[in-house]
């Protein structure tokens, strides 16, 4: 098989489909929750990913108002639209078209996402991304990682890479790191823009690390080591098998327009999780600690 990137061996397969689940959260956003928690032991390190987007104000005006976190991190992904981050450690963000809001809940912090536009689309996705036990209480962190931030290149086949996290290959071996690192998780997280018409071209993914491709426009056929494709239409998350080097990809025929689509892996930390709405720690002890620790204003 043709590998743009680096030589891809043995191409993982698709392993199966999921259809996300229409949700509100929030002050009532309407959003596709596509990782759900009967998945999150299958795809840890990953606890959640919601997908929005509307051109209706009423679908997502109301935003997201303080709400806590304690335990792992969020990484906030917009193709369009304004959102603002705020925090009771401090900090404070806004993020546009392309850019990204990542926050490391750690020890525990109150924060808010509020849209800050009237009208017009709002697109985009929110990640959890599990932390380690020895890291559940560290101090909360934060950035703000605008679209000039985040690298990007092209393959000789046009297809276009922004890396968010972790590190990828181009076809002549330079290394390219994501915006964000982080070495317990090792987190690869890539948005890639496909010609409509852009032929097979391959993408590493670390041995060992669960992944799972978010198709969000279009639809995209994915190789297996005997060249047999699985179709994997618009608004579908398919889980990637565990063994094999990395994925191939290419544009299916029948595709509408070009597609768009989200590659996710990460080393898994197979521990236990334990989860209660926005507290996601290893035991029930620690989790009615949370809670007691926000009821009583403790947290961050």
Known sequence: MNATLITVQHPRRVERLVTGQPTQDGAGVKLTRVLTPDLQQRLDPFLMLDNFASDKPEDYGAGFPSHPHRGFETISYMLTGRMRHKD?????????????????AGRGVIHSEMPEQQDGVMEGFQLWLNLPAKSKMQPP????????????????????V??????TVTANGRAVPGAVQRADTEPL???????????????PVPRGHNAFLY????????LDDTGEASQVPAQRMAI?????????????????????????AGKPLG??????????????????QAVNDFQNGRLA
Do not use: C, K
């Open 88 to 104: 009771s450690a401090g900090h404070e963000g806004l993020v546009s078209d392309g850019g990204v809001q990542w926050m490391t």
């Open 141 to 160: 962190w934060y950035r703000d990682i605008q679209r000039s931030e985040v690298p990007e290149f092209t393959t000789p086949e046009g297809v276009t």
């Open 162 to 167: 922004r890396v968010i996290a972790g590190t």
């Open 189 to 203: 997280y890539l948005d890639l823009h496909l010609p409509g018409d852009v032929g097979e071209f391959s993408l």
């Open 215 to 222: 198709i969000y426009r279009g639809t995209l056929q994915v």
């Open 240 to 264: 990637l098998g565990n063994s094999g080097d990395g994925v191939t990809l290419r544009a299916d025929p029948a595709s509408t327009e070009p597609p768009r689509a989200l590659l996710i």
């Open 271 to 288: 521990e236990p999780i334990a989860q209660y709405g926005p507290f996601v720690m290893n035991t029930r002890d620690e989790l009615l």
